[in-house]
């Protein structure tokens, strides 16, 4: 007996019926049987992946292995040192390769600094000789800092400047808009402001720095004098109209010289400047530091090193550092180090970082803070 069926896709299978027997999980379990291989091959590249990984680990594990050995067999391992500092703000130490074992006891009586050469007060010409400053227009005012044209204010009143006006003018403007004497004197080479009551400087809206350049400032007097001498090196102009008593020569050729510290330092009076020749300095080999302080009319060079050691200068062709003070002034002697190791007798380093030429422990470097 057979019977036919059919039905939707969604109807069961029916298989066997007729012979009485399940085909269909003969089917499978034959399927399944001829799949064991593979899955048994599966199984297998598993364990062999597996295996694999564990031999990159412990190849990787000998190489590091292998790389140990080699450095403990390297003969310098056991002569590697570090160094410690006891108190990190006084002092760092490093150490070297073979540095002997031990505690060092550092004591500091005394740090390096360095030398300096400080110049005389440089000569400079007055804005007058006389205590008139007619003869004297804002623009070649020998001041420091060149005046900018423009307003300033006294009590409430506002003066107006221009590079062309003289500096009389100016003060005839302060004392006719304000009631407020200003007078200038040759023998201080300062600006006077007088009145009888207390004296006003400056507001916020001001445009000319007139107020400052003549060091004239607040004092809630009826008196107001500049704080010091007026008459200044102007270090943006040439050399030879930078305001200095004795103008600055270059032997009339262009090429003036002078030493510092044997090093050659050449200039031209017409076209360099005091800023550019301190820049010359600065970035020769000579090993200074050149500045100029404007409040004491003084210039200075300073080792770049520490030590008590020397500054040597010698004008050569011209007279720059006789015209600025600097021939005619003195050293200013630094210090070298004085220490003491485990309490033994002083020591002396030009610096202030200690190695084996001073302290005679080899591979030790110590830096005095």
Known sequence: MSVAASASSSAPTLSGLASGMDWTSIINEMVTIQQQPEKQMQAQQAILTSEGAAYTSLGTDLAALQKDVTALMSPIFFESRTAASGN???ASATAATGTSLGTYTFKFTQLASEASWQGATAAVNPLSATDSLAGVTVGSAGFATPVTAGTFTVNGKQITIASTDTLQS????????????ASYSAATDEITLSSGSPIVLGNANDTSNFLQVAQLYNNGGNSIASASALGGVNLGKVLSSSNLATPVSDGGSGNGQFLVNGVAIDFNASTDTINSVLQKINDSAAGVTA?????SKQFQMTNSTTGDVGITLQDVTGNFLAATGLSGGALQRG????????????????SNTIDSTTSGITGLSVTAM
């Open 88 to 90: 990190a703000a006084l």
């Open 170 to 181: 100016v003060l005839s403007q302060i004392t006719t808009a304000t009631g407020v004497a």
């Open 291 to 295: 500045t100029y302080d404007a409040s």
């Open 335 to 350: 210090t070298n180090l004085q220490y003491s190791v485990n309490g033994g007798g002083t020591l002396t380093s030009q």
